[in-house]
């Protein structure tokens, strides 16, 4: 078994990162830029929204954390993204999610500007990502790719189970994993909660890739995956005892891995390394 070690994969791109970002400054350009929009105090968020922000620093970038109160209305929190969509100054836009029940997730993210949409959530980055043109592709489906290239594991002509079908995860990366992309051309397989659970197992016992984005401890278990299985974990849940683990019972499941990414330190890490390339490309289209 192989560790896909993203806090080790994300620290390299970051360094590469930071080594362009110094040539461009040194040649006078100002400095990159990512601006955050925090709304409400979800301990989750508050502790990704750390982590990019600290990761930025390292990135060469400067950040902004815009933070607001769970009680903002849909209407001024749009306005406050029109602000940042006209500020030539800021090339990244993140909205935090989730966001409170009363804002409509969709309008909030159809209002960023999808030249500032380093998340890649906008329709427009969406739609061009699945016709396989030129777009911000949505951080953790990216940051998996980039950790599965890092790492040499074989993804043309794989067979590769996604579980959940998220906007954010499972829809993305199966998408980009059954293009035509440098890390692509696999033959994928979505299934969800209403996959009717014979057909799961039947699909992730022949899987040479298995990526789960569930958010439920310890779904994936060791009967589930054949020897020599790649196992991708996005999951990050919180026990009550504090400790975070992914969506795989990783002391059973790993010793029949060839590749598995750990929790901490795997998918998580790959998310916020992939928001940076998103940034400093938002950055460099200013200048073609
Ligand atoms: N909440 C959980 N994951 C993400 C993410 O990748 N981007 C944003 N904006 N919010 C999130």
Not at 108 to 128: C, L, M, T
Not at 186 to 210: F, K, M, Q, Y
Not at 245 to 260: P, Y
């Amino acid at each position: 078994m192989n560790l896909l070690d993203g806090k080790k994969c994300a620290e390299s791109l970051v360094a590469e990162i930071a080594r362009k970002v110094a040539g461009y400054t040194e040649s006078g350009l100002r400095t990159p830029h990512m601006t955050i929009i925090l709304v409400g105090e979800h301990a989750p968020s508050e502790s990704y929204v750390k982590s990019k922000i600290a990761t930025s620093g390292l990135a060469g970038f400067e950040s902004t954390l815009l933070r607001f109160p769970e009680t903002i209305r849909e209407s001024e929190l749009l306005a406050k993204i029109k602000e940042v969509n006209e500020d030539p100054t800021t090339d990244g836009l993140i909205v935090q999610l989730p966001l409170p029940k009363h804002i409509n997730q969709q309008h909030v993210i159809n209002a960023i500007a999808p030249e500032k949409d380093i998340d890649g959530f906008h329709p427009a980055n969406f739609g061009r990502m699945t016709l396989g043109q030129k777009a911000f592709r949505p951080a953790t489906a990216y940051g998996i790719c980039k950790l599965l290239q890092f790492y040499e594991v074989p993804v043309k002509a794989k067979h590769c189970v996604v579980i959940g079908r998220s906007n954010i995860v499972g829809k993305p990366i199966s998408i980009m994993l059954s293009n035509d992309f440098d890390i692509g051309n696999a033959t994928v397989t979505l299934t969800h909660i209403e996959t009717p659970r014979e057909l799961l197992l039947d699909e992730t016992r022949r899987a040479d890739i298995v990526i789960v984005a569930v958010g439920i401890p310890g779904f994936v278990t060791a009967d589930m995956v054949k020897d020599g299985v790649v196992l991708i974990d996005v999951g990050i849940n919180r026990l009550e005892s504090g400790k975070i683990v992914g969506d795989v019972d990783f002391e059973n499941v790993a010793q029949k891995c060839s590749w598995i990414t750990p929790v901490p330190g795997g998918v998580g890490r790959m998310t916020v390394a992939a928001l940076m390339i998103n940034t400093l490309m938002a950055y460099q289209n200013n200048f073609n």
